[in-house]
Structures are given as C-alpha cells and as structure tokens.
C-alpha cells in the first residue's frame, strides 16, 4: 500500500516526519521532496530578479519623463502654444510654428500611408501568394529597419533635386518622408491584426454569397478595425516624434507655415533640434517645453490606441 | 412535380417519412469524388438528395461526410487544392461548369458551421447583412423580423436588435445564424454540425426549428450523433471510411443512403448496421 503512495520523490508516506503529516495524517501539501528548499528558493530569487531587471527597464523612461516635465512645465503657456517663436537668444514666443507644421504634415502622411499600408496588409493576409508576397513581407522588414535619416536623404534626392527645383523643401516632401516612416508600421501591424480575424466569419460571410471583396470590405475590416486603429495610432504616434527625416525636406521654419508646397515649413522635433544646439539659455528652454509638449502629444495618441482597442474588445469579442 | 406539394406531404407526415421521396430531387450526385490535393477525402458517391426534407449525413470521423456537405455549395473552393470529379446537379444544373459563379450557388445554398460565427456587428447587421449584400430593396426592419421570428429568436432579442451578436449565448447565437442565413431566401440550407457546440437544450430548440424551416427549405445536415439524425431527419446517408493499408490512405464513401427509418430499423449493409448499433466508430 505504501507503494501506490509514494509519489514525485516524496518517497513512501510512512517515510514522512510528523511535521509532513496534517492533524489527520494526511500528507502535507507543501514543497517536499529532494532539494525542496533549494527549489524554493531558486523560485523565489527569479522572481525578486526579474523584478529588479523590470524596474531597471523602467527607470530610463522614468528619468526621461521627470526631467522633460521638471524642465518644461515651467515654459508651457498660452503664449508657448499659440505664438510664433523669438529669435534663439531672446525670451519670449513659442511652438505654434512647429505645431501647426507637425499637424499638417502628420496628418498627410497618414492619408498617404494608412490607405496603402492597409491595401498592403489586405493583400498580404488574404490575396498574396507565392514569391510576390514574400518579397512584399521582405521589403516591408527591410523598410523597418532603415535608419529614418536615409529615409529624409532620398526624400531630398527623389523629390527635391530629382524634380530640378519643381519641388523645393516644405510640407510635402516632409510628409512623404513621414509617410514612409509610418508605411512599414501600419503594414506590419495591420498584417498581424487582420490575421486574427477567424477564418470562421470569413466563411460566414461566404456562405451567404459574399464575393471575396465585399467579405474584405464588409467583415473582415470592420472586425479588425479597433485593432487597425491601434497600429495606425502608433504609426502616428512613431511619426509625430520623428525628427531626421524632416531635416532635408520640411527643412523648418519659426513662421507659421499652411501651404502644402514650397514653403519651408516648422515640425516640433526640428524646433525642438534647433533650439536645443544653440548656446543660448531661452531657446534651451523652449526646446525643453517643446519636448514635454512632444512627450504629451504620443502619450495621448498611445494611451488613445489602446484605449480604441480595448474598448471594442468589450464590445465584442466576449 | 410542385416542390410546394411535396413540403405538403411532409408535414401531414412530420419527420416519419413512411413512403419514398418524391419529385424532382435538389440534389443529384453522381460518382461525386473530392479531393484534397492528391489525397481522396471522400470517393464515388451518388445519391439523389429530396426537396423539402431533412437529409442526414452521418457516419465516423474521417468518413467525408463535412467535405461532402461544404461540395454542394462549393465552400470546397476556399480550400486550397480541393478539387470535385464527377457530377453534383443542384436543380438540374452541375455547380462545377466551368461558368457557374460559386457566389451564386452559396446564394441560393446557405450554410451554418459547426461553431456559431455571428459578425462582430449587431444582431440586427447580421441579419442585414445578406439581403445588403444582394441589394435587397424592400423594408429591412420587416425582414429582420421576419427571419428572427423564423429562426425562433425575435422574443429573445427584439429588444436589443442594437446589441453586438456575441452578447447572445451559444444556442442563441447558432439561431442567429440560422436567422442569417435564412434572410437571403436561400433554397437549401446546409448544417454543419450545428448542435455539437451546443447544450442539450439549445440543441432541441434547433432541432424544432429545423422541424419547421423543412417546409420551406431543403436542409442537409451532418450530424456526430445518431439521435439526432433520428430524430430531424427524413432521409440518412450513412457513410464510412475505408483505409487502404498498402498506401495508408483514409477515403470516404457512402455505403448506404435510405429513408431514416429504414437506415435505424432495417439497414440494409451489416456496416451501416454495426454503426448504428454502436458497434464501431
């Protein structure tokens, strides 16, 4: 009888110490066994481990946000929003350039980016086959990790100079620029959002004599969409803080700038660039509510992506 | 014959057919063959599905038997590599000539799948959404009703049309599937399995439903559970798999195809026999 208890190295129960036995006589459902403290132990150290690494991850981020609040707050005002910025070496003035340049030029690289990338990501999950769509997926990879500088270099090379002065630097060569930034983010996640949509609905919608299109348009879509939301939400995000593609394209401007074209034309990061590599104390100090102002702008757009998706999450999915 | 007449015949003798079909079947297969690829999933079957009644499809796993059903209205074709030999004539017409448009076969032949997959949208849009599809002209909000109310639903949920389609519970939403499908006016409707995710209750409310729709629609079902065919269904086909050795292939094939009481009374083939009897699979 004995036998058939002896389980998991604990050894035969009439083996047990009194200590390992309940009132009842029943054994102790504690860690026993051969190196049961050692096991312990090593459980407990991993766990105090990885959560020392975790907040050694942490606290980059941390000192990063501290310091653009402790540094910038004090420069945010009406007047930091909403007015054009004072020459380098002379208080006063603010960012309206650059956001106003950020908003327009962000805003048109998502039109350009979010239709194709979609369309990119449709045809990769539910039309490519074969060689075509492996080399999209390849070039998309490879598109992700270019450094953002060559993307504002062969912006500047392609538009700028290769249209002979036709287009000279403004809102549009930096939005391509941004587009292109964005373009590898929205694909690939859209990618791996539409692959979640279960091949279940995509038959329902067959079986009632959907064609493959109007399956696309009508179910498989408006079921990723939340999750669409969310990838285009951190392509824009991505794209809002990027500083070097603009560089050689919008090229920056402390006016004011709403034209599209030909007009060199202010982006947060190049103001706040700008600012920043000057020796002069009140352009530091813009440069410092400029990134808290930065900081502020992809915290919304973050905390909104997953807001989106979570929110349809709820709605449907239980 | 008056497809209408033969409905009529089938209710004054609800789901106990005692005599042969008759009129012109909705079905004819002949030497109906599919393939995966070069793997044979179900072989050489013929039989003459009736209108205006529940045909079963049973037998054991790997038999064929789904792959069967989803090559009536070619669902097939979104599976890479399947391929149908032989002929299957839905009213007299081959759905595998070359200018057939498979979405105009799946209108007329609606489907519900073993899971219940209701669109991530609201009760009301999923019903909706076939007669959109199709351009359907006249009043919606009537015809939502109208397919909820045959699919036994429109109590449960006529208060929260606006609701999305997963707030229903598991029988509710294979109901309101059921309602789906039933919205475009399909001629025949084919199951999948559409009780095996279901409780015992949800799976009588479906088995009455399946009861009332036969007077409009052909249905064909498949079915794990042999109760279940006896109970709905007018006709059975039991199907079997046979397993070659030499090449260690598994290929469906029909062995017998009878009204359903003779297939649970008298079977003809000492397999369908054994089968039923619980003998084997």
Redesign the interface.
């Known amino acids: 009888m004995t036998q058939t208890l002896d389980r998991r190295g604990t050894g035969p129960l009439t083996s047990l110490t009194p200590e390992q036995l309940t009132a009842s006589g029943h054994p102790r459902l504690t860690v026993r066994g051969r190196g049961a403290a050692r096991r312990t132990l090593a459980d407990r150290t991993l766990k105090v481990l990885l959560m020392i690494v975790m907040v050694l991850a942490a606290i980059p981020l941390v000192l990063i946000v501290a310091q653009v609040a402790q540094r910038g707050l004090g420069v945010i005002s009406w007047e930091f929003l909403t007015e054009r910025e004072a020459p380098p070496a002379r208080e006063g003035g603010g960012y309206a350039a650059g956001f106003v340049g950020t908003g327009i030029m962000v805003l048109w690289a998502t039109a350009m980016a979010l239709p194709v990338g979609l369309a990119a990501a449709v045809y990769l999950v539910d039309y490519g086959r074969g060689l075509f769509a492996t080399v999209i997926r390849f070039f998309t990879d490879v598109m992700t990790g270019i450094p953002s500088v060559f993307v504002g270099l062969a912006v500047y090379a392609l538009l700028i100079v290769g249209s002979g002065g036709q287009i000279s630097f403004g809102a549009f060569p930096g939005a391509v620029a941004l587009a292109i930034v964005m373009l590898p983010i929205v694909v690939r996640s859209s990618e791996e959002v539409l692959k979640t949509v279960?091949d279940?609905?995509?038959?329902?919608?067959?079986?009632?004599?959907?064609?493959k299109w109007?399956t696309t348009m009508?179910?498989v879509l408006?079921?990723a969409g939340p999750g669409l939301a969310t990838g285009a939400m951190l392509a824009v995000a991505r794209a809002t803080g990027e500083t070097a593609p603009l560089i050689l394209t919008a090229f920056g401007n402390i006016n004011i700038i709403t034209d599209l074209f030909n007009v060199a034309i202010g982006a947060v990061p190049l103001q706040i660039y700008n600012g920043a590599r000057q020796p002069f104390a009140p352009g530091i100090e813009r440069a410092w509510g400029g990134a808290l102002a930065l900081l502020v702008i992809v915290l919304v757009l973050t905390v909104l992506a997953r807001w989106i998706g979570n929110r349809a999450l709820k709605?449907?999915?239980? | 014959m008056d497809p209408q007449a033969a409905g009529a015949v089938s209710v004054a003798a609800p789901n106990r057919p005692t005599r042969e079909p008759v009129g012109a079947p909705v079905f004819e297969l002949r030497d109906a063959t599919v393939r995966y690829g070069s793997f044979t999933a179900v072989k050489g079957v013929g039989m003459d599905i009736p209108r205006n009644e529940i045909t079963a499809l049973i037998g054991p796993s790997g038999c064929g038997k789904s792959t069967l059903l989803r090559s009536l209205n070619r669902m097939n074709d979104l599976i890479a590599g399947a391929s149908v030999d032989g002929k299957i004539m839905y009213n007299g017409e081959d759905i595998y000539a070359p200018d057939v448009d498979p979405v105009e076969v799946r209108r007329r032949i609606g489907m519900v799948f073993q899971k219940p997959n209701p669109f991530p949208k609201s009760i009301f849009d999923n019903v909706a959404f076939g007669p959109r599809l199709n351009g359907y002209k006249g009043d919606m909000g009537d015809l939502v009703e109208e397919s909820l109310r045959k699919a036994f639903l429109w109590d449960e949920v006529k208060d929260k049309l606006k609701e999305s389609g997963f707030s229903l519970s598991g029988g509710q939403q294979q109901r309101l599937c059921i309602a789906r499908a039933i919205a475009v006016d399909p001629d025949v409707i084919l199951m999948d399995e559409p009780c095996s995710a279901l409780d015992p209750i949800a799976t009588l409310k479906i088995e009455d439903l399946m009861r009332e729709m036969k007077d409009e629609y052909t249905i064909v079902i498949v079915t794990h559970n042999m109760q279940q065919a006896a109970r709905v269904s007018d006709m059975t086909a039991f199907l079997t798999v046979d397993i070659d050795d030499e090449v260690g292939e598994r290929t469906g094939a029909l062995v017998e195809f009878d009204t359903t009481a003779t297939i649970f009374a008298g079977a003809h083939d000492k397999r369908t026999e054994d089968y039923i009897s619980g003998r084997f699979g």
């Open positions: 279960s279940e609905l995509r038959r329902g919608a067959f079986a009632l004599g959907a064609r109007q009508k179910v408006p079921a709605a449907h999915r239980v």
